[in-house]
């Protein structure tokens, strides 16, 4: 078995998420100046999140936790991955395409199950308009994803990782040039995006042509390992649903408070930055891998992977997490506050993301947890445990509204994130011994937490003092850069000094690719 090389993978992963998720907050930054919180952005978050909220299904989420683990074995077996991958390709394109006829047609009642907040006013009729322009994008970043999995499977990270940049790159360029010719900038966003989703499709299909991995749409073929594909999806699927409900009812809840919908986007996107990075990079190399040393039966090689995994994402997210609740105003008041998007605007994404913060360790985790189940091509299991996640956001987004108001799905989300989280690792140890983090991780966790807090008082303190220069027109955007620099090289400085880290350890592991 060659295997893949976890800790450069996740780095090289990691690099482009993180170009991709800071020229996602640069998107943001150009959404609320030239749009801003009301009808109209409500409108096109309702409308961008239904392709989104497919996407789950069909690309990132349930296809790819079926596709990747039985690509990766058939690559590693030798037993012909390219004929899989095409008939996946041709199965997935022929569903998808039905699908999207069915939104273009229904549209009204899709905006009406998922924003019902928005009926009987202007965002309704908005929403349905947005969505038919942006829907057909589900075909070609699910397509794009496809693509994405044979590569990472193979090993082949880079382009995979690189593609969701060019959405942030072509939306950004085409506000600012709507803006500059006078148009409606809004239209100019959502007609950007199938644009957008076709060259992805074209970066990454090109890419696994050059990697050998050369696969021809055709006719949708019913073979033995597309039924064993579907067997492993559907409840990934089912899995993805809940996941889905999830967003839904938040969505639902907060469509019933002016400009809600917009602040709990704004806040998502700048939270989803570290997960993005630490989270998703994580999952996306950790699946193949685990998978192909499940096929050499390699159970050492599995725990190390895991633990090495979990401890990477700990210490990068635990640090995260604990800016996002100790100074989430500054960062959202320099980031977002200009043009349409005002101080009470900043003030309630503030309090948002730090909700999303005290949750962001939960959701990395599951990144972590998950493909343990995966590889096995058990999806049956996170379904169940995504049930009793649903319930609990469920309950909790609607039982909370009379003592908090709008920002209950926010609260709703965090506490289902850590309910999930507890599942998947109780649930883990029936694997083995493979499910289980190894006495190193244990002994680094509550180091990384102690370096964490110290980290956070230090950011507090500094953020007392830097106050005055953060409400400054001119001087606010090097007082943040000086505090977050404060933030990382305390941290640094704490954790080499608690144990937390040797750097070492992961530059030793990257030069000899034993993980």
Known sequence: MKPIRLISGILTVGF?????????????????????????????????RLPNMFRRFFAEGAFNAA?????????????????????????????????SALALIFMPALVWATAGGFAGDERFALTVGYGRIIFPYI??????????????????????????????????IAMAVGAALGGDVVLWLVWTIPLAGAAQLALVWIAAERAGIKVRPGMPRLTPDMKRL?????????????????LLVGQQVASQFDKAVGWLYAADRLYQLPLGVVGIAVGIVLLPDLSRRLKADDTEGSRHAFSRAGEMAL???????????????????????????????????????????LG?????????????????????????????????????AIGLVPL??????????????????????????????????DARFRCRVPRIIAASLAMGAILWGTYLLLAPFLNMDYWRYPALLLLL??????????????????????????RRGRS
């Not at 041709?90 to 395409?97: I, R, W």
């Open 67 to 99: 596709f990747v683990p039985i690509f990766s074995k058939k690559y590693e077996g030798e037993e012909d991955p390219l004929r899989f991958a095409r008939d996946a390709l041709n199965g997935l394109a022929f569903v998808l395409l039905i699908l």
């Open 315 to 357: 210490a990068l997210t635990v640090p995260a997490a604990v800016a996002l609740m100790v100074i989430p105003l500054p960062m959202v008041s320099v980031l977002f506050e200009r043009g349409a998007t005002k101080a009470d605007d900043s003030a309630a994404i503030a309090l948002a993301v730090a909700i999303y913060g």
């Open 16 to 48: 482009w998420t993180l170009a991709s998720r800071v020229l996602g907050v640069a998107r943001e930054i150009f959404i609320l100046a030239y749009i801003g919180p009301g009808p109209v952005m409500d409108a096109f978050v309702a409308a961008f």
């Open 360 to 396: 962001l360790p939960a959701f990395v985790l599951q990144k972590v947890l998950q493909p343990l189940f995966f590889a096995r091509e058990d999806t049956r299991t996170p379904f169940r445990y995504a049930v009793w996640s649903m319930v609990v956001n469920a309950v909790l």
């Open 139 to 172: 075909l070609l970043i699910s397509l794009a994803a496809l693509f994405s999995g044979a590569l990472n499977a193979t090993g082949h990270f880079a382009a995979a990782a690189a593609a969701p940049i060019l959405l942030n790159v072509f939306v950004i």
């Open 230 to 246: 579907v067997r492993v999806a559907v409840p990934a699927a089912l899995a993805g649903g809940v996941m889905q409900v999830n």
């Open 485 to 510: 620099a404060m933030g990382l090289v305390s941290y640094g400085v704490a954790g080499h000094a608690f144990g937390a880290f040797r750097l070492s350890e992961f530059s030793s592991a990257f």
């Open 404 to 437: 908090m108001g709008w920002i209950a799905p926010a609260v709703a989300t965090t506490a289902a994130g850590w309910v999930m989280v507890v599942m998947l690792a109780v649930g883990g140890r029936r694997i083995g011994e493979v499910a289980r983090f």
